[in-house]
């Protein structure tokens, strides 16, 4: 693991401050119910519920991203041959209402049979898919899962047609709590986790991009 002091020190003032939005939502809003007259009766009851649900449902979220990401940075990984087709595979079946729901093609090369931990590596691919598919643009998202040997390493790809990144944030994207897009609700957390798995397998992680044509993110795996 490679944080330093410095670096985690931000990513829980970050944490902290993400986290008390959503608390402090839930609080100010049960207090507003508590001085309803009729507590169970009405819209406003109905509408304050709702804030005190979304808000929880906010902070779960974040807790669960916090979690996979500390999960992200253990030291100790599996190295075993991974078939990361099948792999892939697993990963459509649990994301398959959202690709139905958004009309998303998922297509791939033939992917190779890698050495690494598979729950992370799985972790990995479907953190990935599932971005690919929410930040899209105007068309259907058509999603392209790739790979390449080279020099006894492989480098997978998942490459989407959304609507791309500037190229100053993109060393900024896998840092901790850092969001696409701020249409987006959510922790920020999942390329972080995303760097770490790969940093844990020993490769690296990037992504080339051109706002309006698209964003591709590769990583580096050992061949089994």
């Excluded at 804030?51 to 190295?79: E, P």
Aim: hydrophobic share 40%; with cysteine.
């Amino acid at each position: 693991m490679d944080f330093d002091r410095q670096e985690l020190r931000e990513f829980l003032l970050r944490a902290c401050h993400d986290l008390r939005a959503p608390l402090r939502a839930v609080r100010a809003t049960s207090e507003l119910l508590v001085k309803l007259p009729d507590k169970r009766e009405g819209p406003d009851f109905d509408q304050l519920l709702g804030l005190v649900v979304n808000g929880a449902i906010g902070a779960n979220s974040l807790v669960d991203g916090i979690t996979n990401y500390a999960l992200a940075l253990q030291v100790q990984l599996s190295a075993r041959p991974v078939p990361t087709r099948a792999l892939l595979g697993g990963v459509l079946v649990q994301l398959a209402p959202e690709i139905r729901a958004a009309g998303a093609e998922i297509t791939y090369d033939e992917l190779p049979l890698v050495t690494g931990d598979a729950d992370r590596l799985m972790q990995l691919f479907e953190n990935l898919v599932r971005n690919a598919i929410q930040y899209r643009g105007e068309a259907a998202p058509r999603v392209h899962v790739g790979a390449r040997e080279e020099d006894g390493r492989w480098t997978l790809s998942v490459g989407d047609n959304g609507a791309g990144i500037d190229a100053q944030d993109l060393e900024r994207i896998f840092r901790p709590f850092e969001r696409m897009s701020r249409k987006r609700d959510g922790a920020g957390l999942g390329l972080a986790i995303c760097r770490e798995i790969v940093r844990g397998h020993g490769g690296r992680i990037w992504a080339e991009s051109e706002l309006g044509q698209g964003t591709t993110i590769y990583f580096t795996l050992e061949t089994a």
